[in-house]
């Protein structure tokens, strides 16, 4: 990644806020940070910037749990970015609770000090460069390409973000996220075997062989739907799947 990361550290007490972005920026100096203060200038922050790692209290002024509520405005752009969440509420009650949103990890005030913080921060850190290159990749990977010989374009187009349906010869592909990560999986590996192993890593939850056959499944009656000669994906006995290019021979 060569431009600096975006961090964003939202946390309603000054004191606070600026004791944690003095702390980054001990450890990492190059790093570009914004301090917001209240659930609505966050907000509208997060809908008009990409942060690479967002810091958040859940506590801001009189809104008990303005931090949950941020979260899922963070998960709802579909982006995987980290939140690390700095809060007194009482661990041992919400640190299960901040998991089960999709939050990195959770730190209880009074209860860390700068080198557990700094530690928990950069690796967190490292986590989101890893997400922002994997996009990245993606996105030059299945940006929609220019005209080949013969003016033949690919078959499949895929939002790396995934804020938009895949594309499948120029009809929409209605499908799950989770779908999304499994067909955007198959493709860039197109040809390979794609192990149930491998499928694992992008199904968040039902990590079994049956499920991602489900979502397989669910895979190609959506592009069925739109084409009903589709047997693009190949079932490989015992080890998994693998994108094929029998639907494109097929047709031409």
């Given at each position: 990644?060569?431009?600096?990361?975006?961090?964003?550290?939202?946390e309603?007490?000054?004191?606070?806020?600026?004791?944690?972005?003095?702390?980054?920026?001990?450890a990492?100096?190059?790093?570009?940070?914004?301090?917001?203060?209240?659930?609505?200038?966050?907000?509208?922050?997060?809908?008009?910037?990409?942060?690479?790692?967002?810091?958040?209290?859940?506590?801001?002024?009189?809104?008990?749990?303005?931090?949950?509520?941020?979260?899922?405005?963070?998960?709802?752009?579909?982006?995987?970015?980290?939140?690390?969440?700095v809060?007194?509420?009482?661990?041992?009650?919400?640190?299960?609770?901040?998991?089960?949103?999709?939050?990195?990890?959770?730190?209880?005030k009074?209860?860390?000090?700068?080198?557990?913080?700094?530690?928990?921060?950069?690796?967190?850190?490292?986590?989101?460069?890893?997400?922002?290159?994997?996009?990245?990749?993606?996105?030059?990977?299945?940006?929609?390409?220019?005209?080949?010989?013969?003016?033949?374009?690919?078959?499949?187009?895929?939002?790396?973000?995934?804020?938009?349906?895949?594309?499948?010869?120029?009809e929409?592909?209605?499908?799950?996220?989770?779908?999304?990560?499994?067909?955007?999986?198959?493709?860039?590996?197109?040809?390979?075997?794609?192990?149930?192993?491998?499928?694992?890593?992008?199904?968040?939850?039902?990590?079994?062989?049956?499920?991602?056959?489900?979502?397989?499944?669910?895979?190609?009656?959506?592009?069925?739907?739109?084409?009903?000669?589709?047997?693009?994906?190949?079932?490989?006995?015992?080890?998994?799947?693998?994108w094929?290019?029998?639907?494109?021979r097929?047709?031409?």
């Open positions: 990644m060569n431009a600096p990361a975006r961090i964003a550290v939202i309603d007490d000054a004191p606070t806020s600026n004791q944690l972005v003095g702390w980054i920026r001990a990492r100096p190059e790093l570009r940070i914004d301090q917001w203060f209240n659930r609505d200038e966050a907000e509208s922050a997060l809908e008009r910037e990409d942060y690479d790692v967002v810091l958040l209290d859940i506590e801001l002024g009189r809104e008990r749990h303005a931090g949950v509520a941020l979260i899922n405005a963070i998960n709802k752009r579909a982006q995987g970015t980290p939140v690390l969440v809060s007194a509420m009482p661990a041992a009650i919400y640190r299960s609770i901040m998991k089960a949103l999709d939050a990195w990890d959770y730190l209880q009074t209860s860390f000090d700068e080198a557990e913080f700094i530690d928990t921060f950069l690796e967190v850190l490292r986590a989101a460069r890893a997400r922002r290159s994997e996009r990245e990749r993606l996105a030059a990977a299945s940006a929609p390409p220019a005209p080949a010989a013969g003016g033949a374009v690919r078959e499949l187009q895929l939002d790396p973000l995934w804020q938009r349906s895949p594309i499948w010869r120029g929409r592909i209605n499908l799950p996220l989770t779908a999304q990560r499994i067909l955007a999986t198959l493709y860039q590996r197109s040809g390979e075997v794609v192990s149930y192993e491998d499928l694992f890593e992008v199904v968040k939850s039902g990590r079994n062989r049956d499920n991602v056959r489900k979502h397989v499944a669910t895979i190609r009656e959506a592009f069925r739907d739109v084409d009903p000669a589709f047997d693009g994906i190949e079932n490989v006995p015992m080890r998994g799947f693998r094929t290019q029998a639907a494109a097929a047709a031409r």
